[in-house]
């Protein structure tokens, strides 16, 4: 279930944004961000409470993870701070770069935090080795092409330790 807020365009829901009406120093686009992260936090406590329901929540796999730091210096009509690093969204310094994921799940040691590095390329290759509990290049179908360095790694192992 891929959600893409908050992200660029800055929209959500006439309900979540007249709940942060006021509350934002008249920043209305700082007011579609709060509405944005409001919208997703109740998107994902519904689906959390559909799969506990249903008796799936303790073999669901749950990650969060973005693709760059936030924009700084009002690109995209908005401001976040990545301090202590460095940039942002459309920098290679390491403030538009690297960013923080969480993942809970089966085989995912509780509390447990690494430091070490997971880019995003390297989600397909170790949620399928995960999945399959084989090396994930035994999923590559005949006459696909060959796997080459820098089209990600299986990180299972590591998520796992």
């Not at 700084?72 to 310094?93: D, I, Q, V």
């Not at 509390?111 to 290759?125: C, I, M, N, Q, R």
């Not at 399959?132 to 035994?138: E, N």
């Amino acid at each position: 279930l891929p959600y893409q807020a908050v992200h660029w365009p800055l929209e959500a829901p006439p309900q979540y944004v007249d709940r942060y009406r006021g509350r934002t120093g008249g920043d209305t686009r700082r007011q579609l961000v709060c509405a944005m992260a409001k919208a997703l936090d109740d998107g994902v406590g519904q689906v959390t409470a559909a799969l506990k329901r249903r008796g799936m929540w303790d073999d669901s796999l749950v990650l969060f993870s973005s693709d760059n730091g936030g924009p700084t210096n009002g690109n995209e009509g908005t401001w976040s701070s990545n301090f202590p690093l460095r940039g942002g969204k459309n920098t290679l310094w390491e403030g538009g770069t690297r960013v923080v994921g969480a993942v809970r799940g089966p085989g995912i040691p509780r509390g447990a935090v690494s430091y070490e590095k997971f880019h995003a390329t390297d989600w397909l290759p170790t949620l399928v080795a995960m999945a399959s509990g084989r090396p994930w290049t035994a999923s590559i179908p005949p006459g696909e092409a060959p796997y080459l360095e820098g089209d990600g790694v299986d990180n299972w192992p590591m998520l796992r330790a």
